[in-house]
């Protein structure tokens, strides 16, 4: 069973970064899909960035955000920079495989407030 658990949300000013952390209990994969969402108040949760062999980003992040991941450590990152009142949300993360022994696992969720 795979188990996650983030770090290092928290409240930062406007133009501020912040770098989250989400590490795997368990059997984990380099193939496995790693990634990172987020769901703002009375908004749907959305994706923010997703990693296997490649990197892929929502279009509002591009450029600001970037996701990494340690397969030794089983942990995937996501560096937040240039951060804007709008990324305020509670962020999740998430791994998944779809073959074999298959899973979707998601962490607790790490509160991000970007203040004006």
């Known amino acids: 069973q795979v188990q996650l658990a983030e770090s290092g949300g928290g409240l930062v000013q406007s133009g501020g970064s912040l770098n989250l952390s989400c590490a795997a209990s368990?059997?984990?994969?380099?193939?496995?899909?790693m990634g990172w969402y987020r769901q703002a108040p009375g908004k749907q949760r959305e994706l923010v960035a997703a990693?296997?062999?490649?990197?892929n980003y929502a279009d509002s992040v591009k450029g600001r955000f970037t996701i990494s991941r340690d397969n030794a450590k089983n942990t995937v990152y996501l560096q937040m920079n240039s951060l804007k009142p709008e990324d305020t949300a509670v962020y999740y993360c998430n791994a998944r495989r779809s073959w074999g022994w298959a899973y979707d696992a998601w962490g607790q969720g790490t509160q991000v407030t970007v203040s004006s």
């Open positions: 990693i296997t062999s490649s990197t």
């Open positions: 368990g059997i984990i994969f380099s193939t496995d899909v």
